[in-house]
């Protein structure tokens, strides 16, 4: 059975740096594209940043373009997010998600994590 | 960027009502769209994606419509386990993706 799950949450001061892991499991991780994805307290979903299965093409939202970084290492199955100049409106439960289809960057999410809550404040 | 809107934003029914759930795009998005059932505290679940195709184990009452900018979401009898939140997504704009705002169905 297909699983993520995701570690890495806490509580951060506005400007720092963050990392988040996702551990994959019950599938062939480098043939498909991940993304996370947030989601700020009592609001919608929030497409963050996805990463191809080679990880050669990376993709970021406009709102943290230059701040977050998405990595991978498949010889381990894991998804990374590394987040710095962390700001408040940063503060969500972050999810890391796997495409449905293999080989397709750009796709619906068929398994999704449990979620990592990040909290940004002074 | 392509624009997710749905309506309504809560929506009230009883069990064994039909109900719909709509979602427009700002800029035709051809069939990329999925659809997220979501419960308090949990991850969301995908229910059907290319507008009209139903993920595996999604019960058959779940149906999904339309191509271009207007796309529907029905459930054709409401059961108990049905009342949650309710997401569209957009995955034309590749590899990036928009989520509408959120349905809510309550009893």
């Known amino acids: 059975e297909a699983q993520l799950v995701e570690s890495g949450g806490g509580l951060v001061q506005p400007g720092g740096s963050l990392r988040l892991s996702c551990a994959a499991s019950?599938?062939?991780?480098?043939?498909?594209?991940m993304s996370w994805v947030r989601q700020a307290p009592g609001k919608g979903l929030e497409w963050v940043s996805s990463i191809t299965g080679s990880g050669d093409s990376k993709d970021y939202a406009d709102s943290v373009k230059g701040r977050f970084t998405i990595s991978r290492d498949n010889t381990k199955n894991t998804l990374n997010l590394q987040m710095d100049s962390l700001r408040a409106e940063d503060t969500a439960l972050y999810y890391c998600a796997k495409d449905l289809y293999s080989g397709n960057y750009g796709d619906s999410f068929d398994i999704w994590g449990q979620g990592t809550l990040l909290t940004v404040s002074s | 960027d392509i624009q997710m809107t749905q309506s309504p934003s809560t929506l009230s029914a009883s069990v064994g009502d039909r109900v719909t759930i709509t979602c427009r795009a700002s800029?035709?998005?051809?069939?990329?769209l999925a659809w997220y059932q979501q419960k308090p505290g949990k991850a969301p679940k995908l229910l059907l994606y290319?507008?009209?195709d139903l993920q595996s184990g999604v019960p058959s009452r779940f149906s999904g419509s339309g191509s271009g900018t207007e796309f529907t979401l029905t459930i054709s009898s409401l059961q108990p386990d049905d009342f949650a939140t309710y997401y569209c997504q957009q995955y034309e704009g590749y590899p990036s993706s928009t989520f509408g705002q959120g349905t809510r169905l309550d009893i």
């Open positions: 800029q035709s998005i051809n069939r990329w």
């Open positions: 019950g599938f062939t991780f480098n043939n498909y594209a």
């Open positions: 290319a507008a009209s």
